[in-house]
């Protein structure tokens, strides 16, 4: 046997490669493995050593040659038993959030809905998303997909070693997030984001860490400050900046104004230095050209970093033009401000308002308790951008007139809701649920339903949706924002209640 030929065995046979390998088998088992045979295959496979058989079957096997298969002797794609869990035959229309955590495997059932998955299947991507997997019968129509979870993001390496890395939510991957996209950067100790500029705006929110950003105005007023976890920075298109990670790294999230904006089409410093004649740059900064022979062969993009001086008053150039302070600066210390709190969560703005130099960003820090819900609003102009920085949660976007589509969220996941579509966002978690509203508007803003109908005639509401008269004489005239609910979210199975704990 030739050498190439023993290695293609141990290519063609996982068995032996994996063992060759020394790695464990693939752990699928432990997220929905498709026992017993599916689409005619029996798995395992026979191991051999040598090839046999043909690649390809004759005519005798056409449609009409063949002989005629016999059902009842044949496979059968009936689901013994199926597992059912808490609030799946209650009624669909009530669209119970279920927990298929338990449940192994979940099945797509709800109500009278649906019926049993005998596979191919992954349980993990269904028991994250039930709400796709086992809709409630109230959504309805074609609603393109509005969800885009980091995790399955393709992630960009820095170019120092163990420097950070970058994934991003673009239209790529999120086709209808026509007006933002979405980064999630780490930086390592110490490591730049290097200086670059790009021709969307830029709002920036701080995850994990501290760094410092730094940047100079078209009118030659220069920035630097330092931000920590929970502080927010803008960076206007086309204006020049840099972020350094202090000693202890930072992660943070970037929100641009363009659904195609990519990190992997900046401007930067490096390329600017590597693709202009040598001859041009040693006439523009007045040096001989050998000044320019350790410039870096390539972009830096993310990279390892000189310590940050930890007196910012040191990196403090003093320009002719003065400094971008006040009103102009390019950050805001979010984390100090306090949020507004109401039963079930709180809430934080920020906006042009007070964040002048981000004229079109406006943003929401929202916390949602377990079985909270942030009530059902839209806003008037702007798509919302959303990212869930902690929990679990589901979002149903109603699009006009009459399709709607239920989305489940985890951490680092992107949410997107076209301007004017109704939508809430429902704690299904077991522990608070923080997350981001960004919008492209002057001012933060939206339309709540419960205010609309206690502050329109009684009898125009009454006439169009008959509600009870209790109802209509609860209607809050202020937004409520969040509501409480009961954190049993099957609790209506039951005869329970949506709201309050029985
Ligand atoms: C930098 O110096 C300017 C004055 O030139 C001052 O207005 C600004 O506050 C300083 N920035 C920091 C972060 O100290
Ligand atoms: C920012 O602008 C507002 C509104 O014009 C003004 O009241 C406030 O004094 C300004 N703040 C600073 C720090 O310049
Ligand atoms: C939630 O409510 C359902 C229906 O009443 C009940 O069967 C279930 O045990 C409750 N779950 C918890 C965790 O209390």
């Known amino acids: 046997m030739h050498r190439w030929q023993g290695a293609l065995i141990v290519l063609l046979n996982p068995l032996l490669w994996l063992g060759a390998l020394g790695l464990p088998r693939p752990q699928i088992g ?194 630097v400050d330092d931000v920590c976890a929970g502080d927010v920075w803008f960076f206007p298109a086309g204006i020049p900046h840099s972020i350094q990670a202090f000693e202890k790294g930072a992660e943070f999230l970037l929100v641009f104004d363009q659904g195609d904006f990519t990190e992997d089409g900046t401007f930067l410093v490096s390329e600017l230095f590597l693709r202009n004649p040598v001859e041009v740059l040693s006439k523009d900064l007045r040096a001989g050209v050998d000044a320019f022979e350790n410039l870096p062969k390539d972009q830096l993009y993310i990279f390892n970093g000189t310590p940050a001086p930890a007196d910012i008053s040191e990196q403090n150039v003093t320009s002719p033009a003065g400094a971008i302070t006040g009103n102009a600066s390019y950050t805001y210390h979010w984390s100090q401000q306090a949020p507004y709190t109401v039963p079930g969560g709180s809430i934080k703005i920020l906006d042009p308002l007070t964040f002048r130099v981000a004229s079109m960003f406006s943003a929401a820090l929202v916390l949602v308790q377990p079985g909270a819900l942030r009530e059902i609003h839209w806003h008037t102009t702007s798509d919302e951008w959303n990212f869930f920085l902690q929990g679990a949660g589901r979002i149903t976007v109603y699009g006009a007139p009459a399709s709607s589509r239920t989305y489940d969220f985890t951490a680092a996941g992107v949410g997107y809701v076209p301007a004017a579509c109704g939508h809430y966002v429902e704690n299904t978690g077991e522990e608070d649920l923080v997350f981001l509203e960004v919008l492209q508007a002057p001012k933060f803003t939206d339309i709540s339903v419960a205010q609309w109908l206690a502050l329109t005639p009684r009898q125009v509401v009454k006439d169009h949706l008959s509600l009870p008269d209790a109802v209509l004489d609860a209607l809050p005239r202020e937004k409520p924002i969040i509501l409480t609910g009961n954190q049993n979210l099957t609790a209506l199975a039951g005869g329970g209640s949506a709201f309050s704990v029985s």
């Open 30 to 223: 432990d997220c929905g493995e498709n026992e017993g045979p599916v689409g005619g295959v029996s798995p395992p496979i026979p191991t051999v050593t040598s090839s046999s058989g043909s690649l390809r079957g004759d005519s005798g096997l056409l449609g009409g040659n063949a002989p005629l298969p016999d059902p009842e002797k044949s496979d059968s794609a009936i689901v013994p038993n199926p597992q059912l869990v808490n609030g799946q035959e209650a009624d669909a229309k009530l669209g119970l959030y279920l927990d298929f955590d338990s449940a192994d495997p979940p099945q797509p059932i709800r109500g009278e809905n649906g019926n049993t998955d005998p596979g191919p299947r992954t349980f993990d991507y269904e028991k994250l998303n039930p709400d796709l997997f086992a809709p409630p019968r109230t959504d309805a129509g074609d609603m393109p997909n509005l969800m885009w979870p980091m995790g399955l993001s393709h992630n960009r390496p820095g170019t120092g070693k163990n420097s950070g890395w970058a994934r991003q939510q673009n239209v790529d991957v999120l086709p209808a997030a026509k007006a933002m996209a979405g980064v999630d950067m780490r930086l390592a100790p110490n490591a730049y984001r290097e200086l670059h500029w790009h021709t969307a705006n830029e709002w920036g929110m701080i995850l994990k860490g501290c760094v410092r950003v730094a940047a100079v105005d078209d009118e030659g007023r220069n920035f």
